[in-house]
């Protein structure tokens, strides 16, 4: 090595504590005396560790540049904080060090504003490691990076965090305990994938669980276990973080007099999130020396209180969570505990089960304080006959999600226990436990049912028995969706969700479903004839006489001008026609496919679409009375976001072929199905046979893990069986798809033959068997 050059070891490296997968992040410091040495030491270090396979990030800087770029760009300065010299000119890099300390030094205030700064973009980025189901372990909020920021903000401080008396003793046991799970979870994580992802994936888990000594216990698989305990070490780093630069930043204000009774402390925090507010670190230290011997009282002045909290809003989630980590939440209400840090294994949750819970209460919260513009909305929080019990349903409607058992009915029972336990009586009670026992019932009729059957929507106005009713559930299914993630609450489902609470308002109000049909049908009509106002009339009305009832219910209006298009020519036999549009969403198309019906054209165009790589997110099947079908899909590409229209082009060709019976898309599907990964195993295939959800069709409801063709494989199976489809419902969820077909026989039957029944269920399982 040339004398004036150093080689510096940064972050993790230089701490001494690296992961298997890590990065070895290196600096060559020189003083530009001679480029052409360095280059050639940076040559002959560097290639052969990349030959070995190891990730490097280098640099290759003078001192002066390296201050430079540290009063520029945090992510450098906190590098070079935990510099260590391997090799060379020590004095060199001790003059940098000291430099670099003299930055954070001459300013720790800003510097820790601006590692606080960088703490809430990483919330944004990467989410938080207390509950995201499939967390980042290092750059999450109350991940590694927090822990190592601590370190940073000593180092800016100079004496020990707790000598400075913003860290407690017992916070840095707790912090030093939860940076040793982490660090070895993420070590597993990486020996595992054999590289330096920190993301703890889902498939993961379970090979990861029983490597760090997790077993299976009764209601909590070992899975679960590790998630659980990644949550509760993450939640401590979380809290610890959040308090020490609480301290350091706001000072130490004398705390607000705090009544440490049961009440008092649910007072305290109501009265801060009125504000809008968050309880200051001195306030909350106070909060977590209380001590209260037995069980707390559920009185009325404590239920008050409680309820009090509830109603602030958005602001009350916090003072829950504070509650959580203290100890508390659990002692007032006991049932929180089995549900606290406890995963959810579905591919559309995002969150722990009582962060989602928490989540659901602040979009109620935010609902109530601003319907916006929706009408449909506005109605529904006029129309709720008591908030109270709308919040507390949001709270507890999840709450049996404990591993035992289905979770509504679990809950029901749970819910109904715990608000006996609170003293809530009466109407407030009765809607709650409504609430949590029906949280599901208009997600699911709207995306899995026909919402035409009017035999069905009467079905589910007996079942919520009163406007106000379902108005405070049609909130809570609205929150409850939007805190899942943005699988559960896309634009189709919504409207969806809309339109039966409109028709489930319309029989509430008037019982009299036939005639709110009729009009809804009339007003449609006239909203088709005016998007269609430069057509030819009496083309217009040949188009809505060919078109079933269910397409003039439910088509959007702005898109009936293309399908009129599209049908005005008549369509030959072996004719296939299509228009492909972006989506209501990111990264999604809208594609309308015409062409004349057949036994199994659903699932040419499924197998058509899949050898296309496109997957299907959302369909709609409709056939016009003169036998054309006007098939409606959402679509996305399955491996690059943009469809261009070569794979339309593709997908068109292919189709066409099939329907010629030039090809073999069964071949083909499974040829291309090879080189794919396998679908989610812990993603049970589920087949249900419903002949009493309507009067004319039998109800074929799928589940089953997502994999490339899944949709051509349930079609072709169906028309194996000479079952037509009249309306499918298809909804993909991350790995997992719902699927629904309202189905009838070659006869125009309901499948209703018990024998004929098991051998439909049969097939469906046989065909999508892994």
Not at 629 to 638: K, T
Request: proline residues 6%.
């Amino acid at each position: 090595m040339p004398e004036d050059v150093a080689l510096v070891a940064l972050g993790g490296y230089g701490r001494g504590v690296l992961a298997p997968g890590s990065d070895l992040d290196l600096l060559i410091l020189h003083h530009g005396s001679s480029t052409p040495d360095v280059a050639a030491l940076a040559e002959h270090l560097l290639y052969p560790l990349w030959d070995a396979g190891l990730r490097v990030g280098h640099a290759v800087r003078t001192p002066d540049a390296c201050v430079e770029i540290a009063s520029e760009r945090l992510d450098a300065t906190t590098a070079m904080l935990d510099g260590r010299v391997l090799a060379g000119f020590r004095s060199s890099w001790d003059d940098v060090r000291s430099a670099l300390l003299e930055l954070v030094r001459g300013d720790p205030r800003a510097f820790a504003e601006r590692l606080a700064a960088d703490r809430e973009a990483r919330r944004d980025r990467f989410g938080s490691v207390s509950s995201l189901l499939e967390p980042e372990l290092k750059e999450g909020v109350g991940g590694l990076r927090d822990v190592h920021a601590l370190g940073w903000l000593q180092t800016a401080i100079g004496p020990p965090l707790e000598d400075a008396g913003i860290l407690r003793e017992s916070e840095r046991r707790s912090v030093e305990a939860a940076e040793e799970f982490l660090t070895r979870v993420r070590g597993a994580l990486h020996l595992e994938t054999g590289r330096g992802s920190d993301r703890l994936l889902a498939e993961l888990q379970p090979s990861i669980a029983p490597a760090m000594g997790f077993a299976d216990e009764p209601g909590l698989p070992a899975v679960d276990g590790l998630m659980r305990s990644v949550f509760e070490q993450a939640r401590q780093v979380e809290h610890v973080s959040a308090s020490v630069f609480d301290r350091f930043l706001h000072g130490f204000p004398p705390p607000a007099p705090l009544d440490p009774t049961a009440e008092g402390i649910l007072r305290a925090f109501a009265a801060v999130a009125r504000d809008g507010d968050v309880m200051p670190a001195a306030s909350l230290d106070a909060v977590a020396a209380v001590r209260i011997d037995g069980d707390l009282p559920w009185n009325e002045p404590v239920r008050a209180a409680f309820l009090e909290l509830l109603r602030c809003g958005p602001p009350a989630v916090h003072g829950l969570e504070t509650l959580d980590r203290v100890g508390l939440l659990e002692r007032y209400v006991p049932a929180w505990g089995p549900v606290r840090c406890r995963p959810q294994r579905d591919p559309y949750h995002r969150a722990s089960v009582d962060v989602h819970l928490l989540d659901s209460l602040a979009g109620v919260g935010r609902l109530l304080d601003d319907p916006g513009d929706d009408p449909t909305v506005a109605l529904a929080v006029h129309e709720v006959p008591d908030v109270d019990a709308l919040r507390l349903g949001a709270l507890l409607h999840d709450i049996g999600k404990t591993g035992e058992g289905h979770h509504v009915e679990v809950g029901t029972r749970v819910a109904g226990e715990t608000l006996d336990h609170m003293g809530v009586s009466g109407p407030t009670a009765e809607l709650a436990r409504f609430l949590v026992a029906e949280h599901l019932l208009l997600s699911d009729t709207a995306t899995r049912r026909d919402l035409d059957d009017e035999r069905l929507i009467v079905g589910v106005a007996d079942r919520v028995g009163d406007p106000g009713r379902l108005a405070a559930l049609y909130l809570l299914t609205m929150a409850d969706a939007e805190a899942t993630g943005p699988l559960a609450w896309t634009p189709w489902r919504a409207t969806l969700i809309r339109e039966l609470v409109a028709k489930v308002r319309h029989v509430l109000q008037r019982d009299d479903v036939g005639w709110g049909t009729a009009e809804r049908l009339t007003a449609r009509a006239e909203e088709i004839r005016a998007s269609l106002a430069g057509e030819d009339p009496d083309a217009v009305e040949r188009f809505l006489l060919r078109m079933p009832r269910g397409y003039v219910l439910t088509v959007p209006i702005d898109r009936v001008p293309v399908h009129h298009r599209l049908l005005a020519p008549a369509v030959g036999r072996h004719e296939v026609r299509t228009h492909a549009a972006e989506g209501s969403r990111a990264g999604a198309y809208d594609l309308v496919v015409v062409a004349a019906d057949r036994p199994g054209l659903l699932s040419m165009i499924a197998g058509a679409l899949s050898l296309a790589g496109l997957s299907i997110l959302t369909a709609q099947v409709f056939t016009t009375d003169d036998g054309v079908a006007v098939d409606l899909f959402e679509i996305e590409g399955a491996f690059e976001p943009e469809v261009g229209e070569e794979r339309w082009r593709e997908f068109r060709t292919t189709l066409r072929k099939a329907i010629e019976g030039r090809l073999s898309l069964d071949h083909r599907v499974r040829e291309k199905r090879r080189y794919y990964p396998a679908p989610h195993a812990d993603v049970p295939v589920r087949v249900e046979v419903d002949n009493e959800a309507s009067d004319f069709f039998t109800v074929i409801e799928v589940g089953a893990p997502d994999r490339l063709g899944l949709l051509f494989d349930i079609t072709r199976t169906l028309a194996e069986l000479q079952l037509d489809v009249h309306l499918a419902k298809v909804a993909t969820f991350g790995g997992r798809v719902v699927d629904a077909f309202y189905v009838r026989d070659d006869l125009g039957r309901r499948v209703d033959d018990l024998e004929r029944v098991r051998e439909l269920e049969d097939a469906l399982r046989g065909r999508l068997a892994p």
